[in-house]
Every structure is written in structure tokens, then in C-alpha cells.
């Protein structure tokens, strides 16, 4: 999913983004929340300046206890979701935000302490190139955080979808170039001091209704499509009480701006 208007169509277009939050926040097993426990890793020091890359709606940093003097710059590559993070965040001086290509950041070289890169490295069109980015604007001692999804993420849900129709894999994660099965191969290559640790998550859906707006977001569906997979939905919460889907752990990776190539 490289293509710029796939990610559009996926992120931008109306609220899809936060219909895939709030489905995720209703319906997942692990109630500490993926929000929480990603930026329980961040070791975010005073005076810090930190660049987010593809940062969305920002929720993220909503009501966190941020060390004074912190400088946070949130960038996209969507001015819709920017501005959307700029209603939610722009009050405070702590946050600036710019519509930014990570193939192409207008930052000067080793500017952060800090780049943060949340699911959002498999839609770079040349990932080696968009590493080499993030290690340019990172200063010498600087740590980049980043998170992805592992290759069988909510299988049962794209099985049934594929079975229904053979373009409709909500989430699958097939095919991208950064995922918990590369991911650490990959920045291997770029920086040094690589740690992985995994969030240990699943979906437990008991409205059939809240899956299917779900799979909306993802997919341009025609009726009878949307029909099927509905019904074969509703069939198993009916049987079951629930549709059970796991989630392939995700992960958070956390590199230092050591070269090691």
C-alpha cells in the first residue's frame, strides 16, 4: 500500500481513520490501550525536541504529562489530518505541525532528539530512503521510534472477507514492507541499539453492525458483498456470541542513530 491515493482513501476520506479507532478501543481484549502502552515507551526528556511522522489526528498525545520544554513537531502528508490534529492540539505551544513527505523532510540535518513513526512506515514508497530520512534529522545521539503489525494480523476477518470477495482484505498486512517479521532486519541496517517489545492484543466483536462499518472503512464494498460478509458476521456472533479476531502482536521498535552499515 505505497500508492498515495491508497493511503488517502484508507486514512483521509471522511472519518474512516477514527471508525477504525473507536472500533479497536470498543472491541480489543487488552484494555490498557495500544495508545498507552506505545507512548509508555518514549523516554522524552526536557528541553527535547521531537519530530512525529504521519502523526494523524494526533489522539495520541491528548492529556499526556509532557516534561517541560518539549518541542513537538507532528507532520503529515495529509492536510486533513493535520488539521484535525492541529484542532486537537494546536492550543498548546508545546506542538507545531507541517504537511511533510518523510521521502523528503524539510528539517535540517540532526535537528531531533526524538522521530516517532506509528504504523505508518510500510506506506513509504522507498522505505530505504525514508530511513535514511529519519537518521538525517535525527541528531547523533538520537532515538527513533516506530510500530508496525506482524503479517497475519486479524486473519480470521480477511479470511472471511476473501472468502466473500477476492479485492476485499480489510487490513491485510501481506505484501508491505515493513512489518514484525522484517521490521528488525530492516533498521538493522540503518541504526544501532535495536530493541522490539510486543503488545499482546485480540477482538472480541459482539455487533455485527460495528464490524461491518469497520470493513467500510477499508473497502469500497457493492451491496451484495457487504451483505454476505454481514451475514456471515452475524452468523457467528449468533453461534458463538462474539467474533473472535486476533491481532498479530504489535510491536514498537526503538533504534539509536548509530550507522551500522
Given at each position: 500500500?505505497?500508492?498515495?491515493?491508497?493511503?488517502?482513501?484508507?486514512?483521509?476520506?471522511?472519518?474512516?481513520?477514527?471508525?477504525?479507532?473507536?472500533?479497536?478501543?470498543?472491541?480489543?481484549?487488552?484494555?490498557?490501550?495500544?495508545?498507552?502502552?506505545?507512548?509508555?515507551?518514549?523516554?522524552?526528556?526536557?528541553?527535547?525536541?521531537?519530530?512525529?511522522?504521519?502523526?494523524?489526528?494526533?489522539?495520541?498525545?491528548?492529556?499526556?504529562?509532557?516534561?517541560?520544554?518539549?518541542?513537538?513537531?507532528?507532520t503529515?502528508?495529509s492536510?486533513?489530518?493535520?488539521?484535525?490534529?492541529?484542532?486537537?492540539?494546536?492550543?498548546?505551544?508545546?506542538?507545531?505541525?507541517?504537511?511533510?513527505?518523510?521521502?523528503?523532510?524539510?528539517?535540517?540535518?540532526?535537528?531531533?532528539?526524538?522521530?516517532?513513526?506509528?504504523?505508518m512506515?510500510?506506506?513509504?514508497?522507498?522505505?530505504?530512503?525514508?530511513?535514511?530520512?529519519?537518521?538525517?534529522?535525527?541528531?547523533?545521539?538520537?532515538?527513533?521510534?516506530?510500530?508496525?503489525?506482524?503479517?497475519?494480523n486479524?486473519?480470521?476477518?480477511?479470511?472471511l472477507?476473501?472468502?466473500?470477495?477476492?479485492?476485499?482484505?480489510?487490513?491485510?498486512?501481506?505484501?508491505?514492507?515493513?512489518?514484525?517479521?522484517?521490521?528488525?532486519?530492516?533498521?538493522?541496517?540503518?541504526?544501532?541499539?535495536?530493541?522490539?517489545t510486543?503488545?499482546?492484543?485480540?477482538?472480541e466483536?459482539?455487533?455485527?453492525?460495528?464490524?461491518?462499518?469497520?470493513?467500510?472503512?477499508?473497502?469500497?464494498?457493492?451491496?451484495?458483498?457487504?451483505?454476505?460478509?454481514?451475514?456471515?458476521?452475524?452468523?457467528?456472533?449468533?453461534?458463538?456470541?462474539?467474533?473472535?479476531?486476533?491481532?498479530?502482536?504489535?510491536?514498537?521498535?526503538?533504534?539509536?542513530?548509530?550507522?551500522?552499515?
Open positions: 500500500m505505497n500508492d498515495p491515493k491508497s493511503v488517502e482513501n484508507l486514512y483521509v476520506k471522511t472519518d474512516t481513520l477514527q471508525t477504525r479507532i473507536r472500533f479497536h478501543d470498543r472491541y480489543s481484549v487488552n484494555k490498557y490501550g495500544w495508545a498507552n502502552w506505545v507512548f509508555d515507551r518514549y523516554s522524552l526528556k526536557e528541553g527535547h525536541r521531537v519530530l512525529e511522522i504521519g502523526c494523524g489526528s494526533g489522539e495520541i498525545w491528548m492529556g499526556r504529562n509532557l516534561p517541560a520544554d518539549v518541542a513537538i513537531t507532528l503529515d502528508i492536510g486533513l489530518m493535520l488539521g484535525k490534529a492541529r484542532n486537537l492540539l494546536g492550543r498548546s505551544p508545546q506542538f507545531c505541525f507541517e504537511v511533510t513527505d518523510i521521502l523528503n523532510m524539510p528539517f535540517p540535518d540532526g535537528t531531533f532528539d526524538t522521530v516517532i513513526a506509528n504504523h512506515l510500510y506506506h513509504a514508497g522507498d522505505l530505504n530512503r525514508a530511513l535514511a530520512e529519519v537518521r538525517r534529522v535525527l541528531k547523533p545521539a538520537g532515538t527513533f521510534y516506530a510500530t508496525t503489525v506482524g503479517e497475519t486479524l486473519r480470521e476477518l480477511n479470511a472477507c476473501a472468502a466473500c470477495s477476492a479485492g476485499c482484505n480489510p487490513v491485510s498486512a501481506e505484501g508491505l514492507t515493513f512489518t514484525l517479521e522484517n521490521g528488525e532486519r530492516t533498521l538493522r541496517e540503518q541504526f544501532g541499539g535495536i530493541e522490539l510486543r503488545y499482546a492484543d485480540s477482538l466483536v459482539t455487533d455485527a453492525a460495528d464490524l461491518m462499518e469497520y470493513v467500510a472503512s477499508c473497502n469500497e464494498l457493492g451491496e451484495r458483498v457487504f451483505r454476505d460478509i454481514h451475514d456471515r458476521i452475524k452468523s457467528e456472533i449468533d453461534v458463538h456470541g462474539m467474533f473472535r479476531i486476533k491481532k498479530m502482536p504489535a510491536c514498537s521498535y526503538v533504534g539509536s542513530n548509530r550507522f551500522l552499515g
